[in-house]
């Protein structure tokens, strides 16, 4: 169990289907186990990236109508997410972008003020890890009694996506926004149309679509190229990360 200190923490406490699984998956991200134990209850604890993180056995839960989730704050977040990737290809012999388990792309998310990454273990726990960053103001909600800022329609549209499939999951109605928007799309806002590209075929990979994902791709690979190398880093790395799965 977790040392005692002077300080206040909270313990994400989840459910698992198997001890077993859940250590050897939780093991491949760099997890250390802190505690474990068979009766009088079936009980794991681990250390993740200086984080408490522990589950207990609930053989009668069903991964995919699994809603437990937990928020991990952690600093060094694009080391952490390489080290996680490295570690499920380790283990699966592949980086598993889709179905259970899985891990979600990196990204920033100004309206939320993370940059953050989504994994889902085998038991169909939502582990989501941040990093604070600058907050932006929404170009789609009003929060906080402020109404969304201006923002061009392929801007609110990977906004929308993005919050539709990389924070609730919702790949199908993130689709129908994304394609919405790639219908007629404003050719000179070319930063953000590739942006919606990327995320789309994103979302064509988890929906298992493989045909419209190779249509995005393209386009993504296409416009890329009119972009220099500065401009465009962290899409290069989106883009070589969705290939590569």
């Known amino acids: 169990m977790p040392e005692t200190n002077d300080r206040s923490y909270a313990i994400p406490l989840l459910p698992c289907t198997s001890i077993n699984e859940t250590e050897k998956f939780y093991k491949a991200l760099g997890a250390v186990v802190t505690y474990k134990q068979k009766i009088p209850n079936n009980y794991i604890a681990f250390r993740l990236n200086d984080l408490e993180v522990h589950f207990f056995a609930?053989?009668?839960?069903?991964?995919?109508?699994?809603?437990?989730?937990?928020?991990?704050?952690?600093?060094?977040?694009?080391?952490?997410?390489?080290?996680?990737?490295?570690?499920?290809?380790?283990?699966?012999?592949?980086?598993?972008?889709?179905?259970?388990?899985?891990?979600?792309?990196?990204?920033?998310?100004?309206?939320?003020?993370?940059?953050?990454?989504?994994?889902?273990?085998?038991?169909?726990?939502?582990?989501?890890?941040?990093?604070?960053?600058?907050?932006?103001?929404?170009?789609?909600?009003?929060?906080?009694?402020?109404?969304?800022?201006?923002?061009?329609?392929?801007?609110?549209?990977?906004?929308?996506g993005s919050r539709l499939a990389d924070s609730h999951g919702d790949f199908e109605t993130a689709a129908r926004a994304l394609d919405k928007a790639l219908a007629a799309p404003d050719v000179n806002d070319k930063f953000n149309l590739l942006k919606v590209l990327i995320l789309r075929a994103d979302v064509a990979l988890r929906l298992q679509d493989g045909d419209r994902f190779s249509e995005l791709i393209n386009a993504a690979e296409e416009l890329i190229m009119t972009f220099s190398d500065s401009e465009v880093l962290e899409e290069r790395r989106l883009l070589a990360e969705l290939k590569a799965g």
């Open 58 to 160: 609930l053989k009668q839960l069903a991964p995919a109508g699994n809603y437990s989730t937990c928020y991990l704050m952690v600093t060094e977040i694009d080391r952490f997410y390489e080290t996680c990737r490295a570690g499920l290809k380790t283990l699966y012999n592949k980086v598993p972008l889709k179905g259970t388990p899985r891990i979600n792309p990196l990204k920033d998310m100004p309206a939320y003020g993370v940059r953050q990454f989504i994994i889902v273990d085998p038991s169909g726990n939502y582990i989501r890890i941040g990093q604070p960053i600058q907050k932006k103001d929404s170009l789609v909600f009003a929060e906080n009694n402020t109404a969304p800022v201006i923002g061009t329609p392929l801007a609110k549209a990977y906004e929308l």
